[in-house]
């Protein structure tokens, strides 16, 4: 976690994988239909009490490739990524790579079965083992044709996500990458901050945090993924503030007063000394808290929200790194 540590207080300094490449999919429906079709044959060769279980499963994998076969672009990743998942569950003929990547053990009383993941890998996700996150942002460049534009932290985190598109048989071999090339300006760097941000949330790193501040932040998250800019800004505000009140409590030994959130981090700096780069994210968060509510006649967006969350991530992680 220490790379995502220093990422969140300056992501320009530790900067961005991005990895851009094109990926034909044109083969899946074909390979989903044969597998549907091998699955029948055994089916029909199977005898007894078992008939049952096999007519229901062949009936949902018959179902799952009349969906993919007609999904639209907006609905295409999601079809995938469950028939996909129906197929490793129940094909012998799914090799065991693919299965690793969409189904995962899950325990049914005691006994063990391998179910379709939750996940779709296919979208923006953290990546726990790896201590990483992938920003995916895809646009349909021809039928069955994408081109992938990703993001992550640590180098590592492409090659994952490139090799779990690889496992799907018809997809291994049709992969073109077009660029690859770490960042550092704030055009790439703070694309995957929200979800960098949420990683350290659900990590150990931040269990000093109390539960109501990671409260504020990981809704102020998902606002953010919800498009919900002001709603989000105005959340992360609220845990700097709340931060901040702490800390004049604790100096003065009284109740906070009901300020502003730019003028209770003036009455607070009397008491205590900040290092400058913490000092200048108060301010970030407080420009976009003012942005937001003040003057809420102007549009905000992903940028102003953006800042507001890096803002009360940085003076969180700050604070709750001192003794």
Not at 18 to 29: H, K, L, R, Y
Not at 57 to 86: I, T, Y
Not at 156 to 161: A, R, T
Request: net charge neutral.
């Amino acid at each position: 976690m220490d790379t995502i540590l220093k990422y969140l207080s300056d992501p320009m300094k530790v900067g961005v994988c991005n990895d851009i490449s094109v990926v034909d999919f044109s083969g899946v429906d074909e390979y989903c239909r044969a597998l549907a079709e091998k699955f029948r044959e055994r089916r029909v060769a199977k005898k007894g009490t078992l008939l049952d279980a096999f007519e229901e499963s062949g009936s949902r994998l018959s179902d799952a490739v009349e969906r993919l076969g007609n999904a639209k672009r907006d609905n295409f990743f999601e079809e995938l990524n469950a028939s996909l998942g129906l197929f490793c569950r129940y094909s012998k003929e799914c090799p065991q790579d693919i299965r690793d990547v969409f189904t995962e053990e899950r325990k049914i009383g005691t006994a063990t079965y391998r179910v379709p993941i939750r996940l779709n890998f296919f979208d923006s996700h953290i990546v726990e083992d790896l201590h990483d996150v992938v920003m995916v942002e895809k646009k349909c460049i021809a039928k069955r044709t994408w081109l992938f534009d990703i993001v992550t932290i640590k180098e590592n985190g492409i090659s994952d996500f490139k090799k779990k598109l690889q496992s799907i048989p018809p997809v291994s071999g049709k992969i073109v990458t077009k660029k690859e090339k770490r960042h550092f300006s704030m055009r790439y760097v703070f694309r995957p901050y929200p979800w960098a941000v949420k990683l350290w949330l659900d990590s150990d790193e931040s269990i000093t945090v109390p539960k109501d501040l990671k409260s504020f932040l990981n809704g102020a998250i998902r606002y953010y993924f919800s498009a919900e800019w002001r709603t989000s800004i105005v959340l992360s505000a609220i845990a700097v503030e709340s931060v901040l009140a702490d800390l004049y409590e604790e100096a003065c030994k009284k109740p906070a007063p009901d300020s502003p959130l730019g003028d209770l981090f003036h009455k607070v700096k009397e008491k205590v000394k900040f290092p400058a780069d913490v000092e200048r994210a108060v301010e970030i968060a407080n420009s976009a808290r003012i942005a937001a509510v003040h003057r809420s006649h102007f549009p905000v967006s992903d940028r102003e929200a953006t800042n507001a969350l890096f803002g009360a991530a940085t003076f969180l992680l700050w604070c709750h790194s001192q003794p």
